[in-house]
């Protein structure tokens, strides 16, 4: 521990502490603005210098450690009016449309202003106006809002790896562009939208289809039903100053019933459906592989939940696509069930039917829009919004979320186990498939605490586990004394780490679960800013107290999916379940280069 | 050569990037740096096409569109532009018909502005390719494109006449 006077506050501090968080800790709020910690900290946008006794110059106190006997000031005179010259000159270069920009009241730029009360900028404004990016699904770039704090650029070139985003050209012309193009659309983007989850200002959002949703339910032709990814219950609640990591399942189930939702439902249900149909697929594998020995079985096989990951796999390897499981995402499973078996049940034509899904995931929207995705006859899945989005329609439509009643989903697509709960998180697809071929193969449970796989917990970016499997069936002997080896990864730039290890031979794995935000899906691009480790880690825990709450845990115990195999699909995999729930992949690796 | 000969060259190292950039560039007929160089160029060095057009978009050097066979930059710097820069683009703008950022016609000239050339001594001056030029008056600026133009004249005519032999 070492001394260090803040404010004339004498405080300790550890050494290799940053002044920033030597404040934090003592109290006091230093501003910042491109400033990501543990992500980017490069010191450049100077709004957090501070005054070092016996130091010439102000020093950025987020990469500046604390020593012995230092003295620092957090608020002269020189230090506020430094930060009021780096707001002005920044808002000189800003459109001031704060009323009709998707960040207003939201935006880091704007409240630093407010904080720092800037009353007028003292430069003139050259402003020039930059064209809209409106050119894929999923992300709108709005180059006239950005700040050049180059969070996106940090996020897609070095978590990611994608390298979508990077600083163009010099000095007042730097934009921040996309590949070599001028649109996202031209340049390789996985639609995953950490870049916007990291933007201080309006300068990348998500396209937003709140209006349409709204034309929808407005529409009396329309039977319009929701769903909503297992990530959401563990963050809506933040769009309402809610603790990070409340669970508000049962008020997001009410508030999407005020909204006017003729159907509320659960991805869920089609998360224990995707494990039914996945953990077959592996099973089915494994029998080829080794009883078979058939050597044109594709193994390891990746999961095909993250639509990100799918992107970036057709993009960067798609020499994986026989690895990776034919099974669509749970998302696009729903749309597919409900536009067929849902439909029939209540007397609607598929075209009647509207499918609007929340979603943490800004590629989900990407997604929905895939041609492939359309094996009900019409679009599997019409409208995405993002946890984000359903935050401001849940305000725009005046309910007062907080302290409304817990309500349950409807049956029969609203009925789910735990094992699809910790879809939300990283390892949780694994644990869950884990969960029922484990059974599957031995007629017991999986032999764990809690029936929780731990290695595979937890936000390292790589984690392993491995399962020797015992005391088989009669059908599954071949598996006998077989140990499986799985493989969990998050974040693309893991993935890649994983690909390349196996590429290389160094590791050999049977199965390996792939997502492709940071944390997973509690993590995902289109989930309430700003998303941090203690925040994912908040998430996570939701999730799993969520899924120890619950009746069922084993997606094969889920009762309405014993239903819908039993009237409608036949059984895993078969004739039906292939032509509704799976799906093929392209290669696109020289598509935008 | 080939991207990957060029790559080869200077070594496949991030920090040899704005060589093979030149490399690339020098060898265009057109002297610019195409979306197909790059793209290639990403591949042979696994850095993405965004931080190569980032990094090449940086330096006024590099041109993304089609350029003339000489590019004419002048200095647009304090000394230059006090000893009459201003008079030198209006003497090209001229004798060939292009502003700043444009090429003729023919695809023999493209103007551009330079930051700081570092002969302020015979400002003002600009270079052509990689010659440079100094103590420039509108005489002596048509006088050297007339020489350059003579020179084309005469290479064009040779090949002609070299054409018309083989048949």
Known sequence: MINITMNNMKIESEEGTTILDAAKKARI??????????????????????????????????ITHVSEGMKIYTNTKEVRDARKIILELLLSDHPWECNTCDRNQDCELQKLAEEYGIKEVRFKSINEELPLDESTPGIVRDPSKCILCRRCVTVCQEIQEVGTLSPRARGFDTIIAPGQADLLSEAVCVQCGQCAAVCPVGAIIEKDDIDKVWEAIDNPDKFVIVQTAPAIRAALGECFDLEPGTLVKGRMTTALRMLGFDGVFDTNFAADLTILEEGTELLTRLKKAIVDEDKSVALPMFTSCSPGWINYMEHFYPELIPNVSTCKSPQQMFGAVAKTYFAEKVGKKKEDIVVVSIMPCTAKKFECNREEMTDSGVKDVDYVLTTRELGKFIKQAGIDFVNIPDEEMDAPLGISTGAADIFANTGGVMEAALRTAYEIVTGRELPFDKLHVVPIQGLDGVKEASLKIEGTKEEWEFLEGVTVNVAVAHGLGNAKKIIEEIKFGKKHYHFIEIMTCPGGCIGGGGQPRMTTDEIRKARIQAIYKEDEGREYRKSHDNPALKVLYEEFLGKPLGERSHHLLHTKYFNKKDENV | MTIKEIVDKYGSKRENLLQILHGIQNQNPRNYINKE????????????????????????????????????????????HLLGAESIFKAIEYKLGIMIGETTKDGLFTLEGTSCLGICGVAPAMMINEDVHGNLNEEKIFQILDQIQEQEKERIQLCREEALTRF
């Open chain 2, 37 to 80: 160089s790059i793209s290639a160029l990403s591949k042979e060095m696994n850095i993405p096409v965004s931080q190569i057009k980032g990094t090449a978009s940086f330096y006024s050097m590099f041109s993304f569109i089609p350029r003339g066979k000489y590019v004419i930059r002048v200095c647009e710097s304090p000394p230059c």
């Open chain 1, 29 to 62: 709020k230093i501003p910042t603005l491109c400033y990501l910690k543990n992500v980017q900290e490069p010191g450049s946008c100077r709004m957090c210098v501070v005054e070092i006794e016996g130091v010439r110059t102000l020093q950025p106190s987020c």
